[in-house]
């Protein structure tokens, strides 16, 4: 799996940056989406993009 390509339409590619938009805003202190799925998913994703097993908190 290392060093695989990922294509994205350009469907997904906005999809993409909206979820992690969402992420970013949702760790802020006065968060007004609460978006904890999208975080937790975009943690989860890059931690298997980098090859690492789980997700780090902070």
Do not use: N, W
């Not at 909206?18 to 202190?29: D, N």
């Amino acid at each position: 799996m290392a060093g695989e390509k990922v294509h994205l339409t350009k469907e997904k590619e906005t999809l993409l940056i909206t979820i992690y938009g969402k992420a970013l805003e949702s760790r802020l202190p006065q968060s007004l989406l609460k978006g904890h799925f999208a975080d937790k998913a975009v943690r989860s994703h890059l931690a298997r993009l980098c090859g690492r097993q789980g997700t780090r908190k902070g």
